[in-house]
C-alpha cells in the first residue's frame, strides 16, 4: 500500500479564515513533505518532517504553520491567507527523508482564498 | 541554477505514436531520478525510477534509463494511448541527504484518438 491521503480534497476560504489541511499515510514513514503547485508550474517544496521534527522550511510566511502530531500524520494550518496562495497543496511521505528514497504524494487539496 | 531541464512542451501526438520526453540533470554524489506523472485534477504519481547508473527504470509501457555519462534521463514509450494525456514531471534528489526533490518545468503531454 502506497497510499496518501489529503482532506479536504477542496476549500474555500476567506482571507480572515482560519483552516487546516490534513494529510495521512499508514506505510510507516518517518519523512513527510508539504508542496504547494501553482496551475502549469512544478511543485515547490514547503516543508519537511523527519521522525516528527521540522527540518527544512523553505523560508514560508507564517500563516502557513505545519504540524506533525505523530508519525502518521501532517497537518498544515492556515490563517489570513492571501488570494494567491490559492494553489493546489500536495502532501508527500518518504521513509526516512534519505537517500535513494522515493516520495509518494497524495492527490493534494485545492484551495481558493477568496 | 536548475537541477533539472526537462524538454519544453505542450507534446500532441496521435495514438500509437512513439514518445521521447526529454530530461537533463545537474548533481553531486549519486542522485537517483525520478519520472513523476500528473493527470488532470490529481496529485503526482510515481511513474518509475532509477537510482544508479545505467538502470533502466519502466512501468506502464514507459521506459528512462539513467546515462550518467549524458547526465540524462530521457522518458520514452512505444505507443502511447488517449489515457497517457496528462503532465509529466522528471525529477532528482540531487544526491541530497535531505531527500529534497528538484522537479523539471514538466512536460504536457496531448494525445489524440
Known amino acids: 500500500d502506497t497510499e496518501v491521503t489529503q482532506t479536504p480534497k477542496h476549500l474555500v476560504m476567506g482571507m480572515t479564515n482560519k483552516k487546516s489541511l490534513k494529510c495521512e499515510q499508514h506505510m510507516g514513514h518517518r519523512a513527510m513533505y508539504w508542496y504547494k503547485q501553482k496551475a502549469k508550474k512544478p511543485p515547490e517544496l514547503m516543508f519537511v518532517?523527519?521522525?516528527?521534527?521540522?527540518?527544512i522550511n523553505e523560508s514560508v510566511p507564517s500563516r502557513f504553520s505545519p504540524e506533525c502530531p505523530n508519525s502518521s500524520l501532517l497537518n498544515l494550518h492556515l490563517h489570513a491567507l492571501q488570494p494567491e496562495d490559492s494553489a493546489l497543496y500536495l502532501c508527500?511521505?518518504?521513509?526516512?527523508?534519505?537517500?535513494?528514497?522515493?516520495?509518494?504524494f497524495g492527490p493534494g487539496t485545492r484551495l481558493l482564498v477568496l | 541554477g536548475n537541477s533539472v531541464t526537462q524538454m519544453e512542451g505542450p507534446v500532441t501526438l496521435s495514438e500509437e505514436a512513439f514518445l521521447t520526453i526529454n530530461c537533463t540533470y545537474t548533481?553531486?554524489?549519486?542522485?537517483?531520478l525520478f519520472w513523476y506523472v500528473q493527470y488532470p485534477g490529481e496529485g503526482l504519481q510515481l511513474l518509475l525510477k532509477?537510482?544508479?547508473?545505467?538502470d533502466k527504470g519502466s512501468n506502464k509501457g514507459f521506459e528512462a534509463t539513467y546515462r550518467k555519462e549524458t547526465t540524462s534521463f530521457h522518458l520514452e514509450k512505444g505507443s502511447v494511448q488517449v489515457s497517457d494525456s496528462a503532465v509529466y514531471f522528471c525529477a532528482t534528489n540531487r544526491g541530497s541527504t535531505l531527500g529534497r526533490l528538484y522537479f523539471g518545468r514538466g512536460t504536457q503531454l496531448t494525445v489524440w484518438p
Open positions: 532509477a537510482t544508479k547508473a545505467d
Open positions: 508527500a511521505s518518504s521513509q526516512k527523508g534519505g537517500l535513494q528514497e522515493t516520495q509518494y
Open positions: 518532517y523527519s521522525y516528527e521534527k521540522l527540518s
Open positions: 548533481a553531486t554524489g549519486y542522485p537517483s
